[in-house]
């Protein structure tokens, strides 16, 4: 499948790594159209093709399209290519925000159109890939498109798209919540008087030895917290700061719905 990838930053550049390094995409079938040059230089470093435009239909002959860039920018770029999708080209948008029918506008509803919410573990085959469809996009493509999303973490289709938002909400956004857990964890082991490394080394390796422990859905993190927690130990007395009163549950369900409230935001 030939491959022009529009905008290659952060989640795009993630994803297409993953494409190509895996092998399941051949570098020769990849395309990106990206202005920045230091995003096209790292980009052709993989040895996919490079534009700062949009190449002609018959200069790249696309078959998917993958819409990378920001959503406040998509009405402005994504109508270039509408003579690729023409000749039979499909859509995939990793965009927040957008729904389908956006696209649908833009392309057609006969185009072949996937939505999927990436995010950042991508790159390195750990990402979290939901996507949802339309009716024009047939059973062959979506296995192609899924082989694709296979390379960059676990993929799961979604039964409707207006779950979206929620999803963008949880894991799209959930790295981000993560890494500031850990940034939080080291400025407190700063705080206790550890130095800096330290502090940094404990919290990062903690944070990956219980994700991995939690990985597998095999044992409940409740249960896995529970083994960590002796009576009236140390981790009860720090516990308690996180659970009286649901402290922590009430803060993530308001961090979650601002980001499900921005995310529909964006998609009007
Ligand atoms: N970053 C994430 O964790 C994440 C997760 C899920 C979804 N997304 C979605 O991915 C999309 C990209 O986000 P990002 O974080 O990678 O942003 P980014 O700013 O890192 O990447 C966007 C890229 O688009 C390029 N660009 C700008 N104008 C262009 C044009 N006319 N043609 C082609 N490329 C152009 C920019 O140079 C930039 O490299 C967004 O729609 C976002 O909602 C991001």
């Known amino acids: ?62 078959e998917l399209i993958v819409l990378a860039v920001k959503p406040q920018v998509m009405a402005d770029i994504a109508p270039a290519y509408r003579s690729a999708t023409a000749r039979g080209a499909a859509v995939l948008s990793i965009a927040a925000g957008l729904p389908i029918r956006r696209y649908e506008e833009i392309y057609g509803d006969q185009t072949p159109i996937i939505r999927v919410m990436p995010n950042t573990p991508a790159a390195i085959g750990e990402g979290m890939m939901a996507y949802i469809a339309n009716d024009a996009a047939g059973g062959a493509l979506i296995a192609n498109v899924r082989k694709l999303l296979e390379t ?42 550890l130095s800096a490394d330290l502090a940094a080394l404990l919290a990062r390796q903690t944070a990956l030895g219980a994700a991995k422990l939690a990985a597998d859905g095999e044992t409940d993190p409740a249960e896995l917290r529970r083994q960590v927690t002796s009576p009236n130990g140390t981790t009860a007395a720090g516990l308690a700061m996180m659970m009286t009163d649901d402290r922590l549950k009430t803060m993530m369900a308001e961090v979650a719905d601002a980001a499900r409230r ?3 935001e964006l998609s009007s």
């Open 152 to 193: 960059n973490g676990a993929v799961a289709e979604l039964e409707e798209e207006s779950q979206m938002d929620a999803v963008t909400a949880i894991s799209g956004s959930g790295p981000a919540y993560v890494f500031h857990f850990i940034e939080a964890l080291a400025e407190a082991g700063e705080k206790l008087g």
């Open 262 to 264: 921005r995310s529909i």
């Open 1 to 62: 499948m030939r491959v022009l990838m529009v905008g290659c930053g952060n989640m795009g550049f993630a994803m297409l790594k993953a494409w190509i390094e895996s092998g399941c995409l051949s570098p020769d079938e990849t395309g990106v159209v990206e202005p920045s040059e230091e995003g096209r230089a790292r980009v052709a470093a993989l040895g996919a093709s490079t534009f700062a435009d949009p190449p002609s239909p018959d200069d790249f002959g696309a």
